[in-house]
T-cell receptor
Framework: GENVEQHPSTLSVQEGDSAVIKCTYSDSASNYFPWYKQELGKRPQLIIDIRSNVGEKKDQRIAVTLNKTAKHFSLHITETQPEDSAVYFCAASEEGGGADGLTFGKGTHLIIQP | NAGVTQTPKFQVLKTGQSMTLQCAQDMNHNSMYWYRQDPGMGLRLIYYSASEGTTDKGEVPNGYNVSRLNKREFSLRLESAAPSQTSVYFC??????????????FGSGTQLSVL
């Protein structure tokens, strides 16, 4: 089955700086890579996703990059703000390959220092 | 539009007690999931139901049973609760075969403590 590794487990950055979270996956059949944000006490919510036919995707201050050859993908947050403080999860699955769920990384606790 | 609704939000059990977590979705999704979330462990899949009438084990199924009652509802049962089952449980749903709708929608979670 798929295995997703996520680093770092905790990341502290100054407000206004950039944050980068990295994930690797093991199953070459995986082709869908979403990122979820979970605020304290809330449910995880999708913030951005990327498919294997795309190398990079941006949405305002958030971007995701994918390197299929190396089997890794990254989340980039620029100009960080206090509301970016949360736990971020990467995940991987095979789009259209079945319904056996997303495999998640263990999460990164992002702390934005004022 | 309610999305994914799960109950209860909080529950305290004694070791050996049983309970059922309820989940319902109103998005007409075929697939439903139960995850547990533990500190430092991320979200781990307990059971899933690809479509009405089917259920399959995920990564951590031991100690749990599930029932896909109909297309909307997917319940998780703990027959004899153990302290190791203290966790936050999330129900989720999606439709993975539509090509553009792999997005996983989560319920608000159930915080379960087993004493």
């Amino acid at each position: 089955g798929e295995n997703v590794e996520q680093h770092p487990s905790t990341l502290s950055v100054q407000e206004g700086d950039s944050a980068v979270i990295k994930c690797t996956y093991s199953d070459s059949a995986s082709n869908y890579f979403p990122w979820y944000k979970q605020e304290l006490g809330k449910r995880p919510q999708l913030i951005i996703d990327i498919r294997s036919n795309v190398g990079e995707k941006k949405d305002q201050r958030i971007a995701v990059t994918l390197n299929k050859t190396a089997k890794h993908f990254s989340l980039h947050i620029t100009e960080t703000q206090p509301e970016d403080s949360a736990v971020y999860f990467c995940a991987a699955s095979e789009e259209g390959g079945g319904a056996d769920g997303l495999t998640f990384g263990k999460g990164t606790h992002l702390i934005i220092q004022p | 539009n309610a999305g994914v609704t799960q109950t209860p939000k909080f529950q305290v059990l004694k070791t050996g007690q049983s309970m059922t977590l309820q989940c319902a979705q109103d998005m007409n999704h075929n697939s439903m999931y139960w995850y547990r979330q533990d500190p430092g462990m991320g979200l781990r899949l307990i059971y899933y139901s690809a479509s009405e009438g089917t259920t399959d084990k995920g990564e951590v199924p031991n100690g749990y049973n599930v029932s896909r009652l109909n297309k909307r509802e997917f319940s998780l049962r703990l027959e004899s609760a153990a302290p190791s089952q203290t966790s936050v449980y999330f129900c989720a749903s999606r439709d993975p075969w539509t090509g553009t709708n792999e997005k996983l929608f989560f319920g608000s979670g159930t915080q379960l403590s087993v004493l």
